[in-house]
């Protein structure tokens, strides 16, 4: 009986959370206008590598951003990552630590969300390539079973929906 009430407690307090949409644009990546809208999430956040932003930097602040989401109870259910086409050595492993970042924050609050990685559509087939093993790295972390990982790739000329964008 007592694990009923904590249940529905539970339920009630997750649909009292706020969903947010966090969109994180390395520098180079392509224009995200098509992907600004926050659809059905409470919420979206947009995180732009700012001019002289190292990949690091990008990843503390983000870090904290997703931190403090967590501390006024809200939660990201949908991360859009916009890959640069580079694969710099401290570029990957920013994109590494952030994958785990997001997948530990999913794994904590216990809900479903998704990572969706976007890369170019013109991306070279090397890059695709590496996107791919980050992608098998972060399968392998316990939030991954919480939060589908997808690569999409990207035509600016296009929405992410695949429908003609209007301009």
């Known amino acids: 009986m007592m694990l009923v009430r904590e249940s529905e407690r539970a339920r009630r307090a997750r649909s009292a959370t706020q969903r ?8 180079g990546a392509d224009n995200l206008d098509a992907y600004l809208s926050p659809a059905e999430y409470d919420e979206l956040i947009v995180l732009r590598q ?11 602040r983000t870090l904290t951003r997703i931190s403090s989401l967590e501390c006024t ?3 990201v ?10 694969f710099e050595p401290e570029l990957a492993a920013a994109r590494q630590m952030l994958g785990l970042a997001l997948l530990s924050h999913v794994n904590a609050v216990g809900d479903d969300s998704e990572l969706v990685l976007g890369i170019a ?10 996107i791919m093993s980050l992608v098998e790295s972060l399968v392998a972390h316990p939030g991954s079973r919480h ?10 000329s296009r929405s992410p929906r695949g429908e003609a964008r209007s301009e």
């Open 147 to 156: 939060a589908p990982i997808r690569v999409v790739l990207r035509d600016q």
């Open 121 to 130: 559509h013109s991306a070279a087939l090397e890059f695709r390539q590496q």
């Open 77 to 86: 259910c949908h991360a859009f990552i916009a890959l640069a086409p580079s």
């Open 50 to 60: 700012l001019e002289g932003e190292t990949p690091t930097d990008l990843f503390v």
């Open 20 to 27: 947010v949409r966090l969109l994180i644009a390395e520098k």
């Open 73 to 75: 109870g809200k939660r």
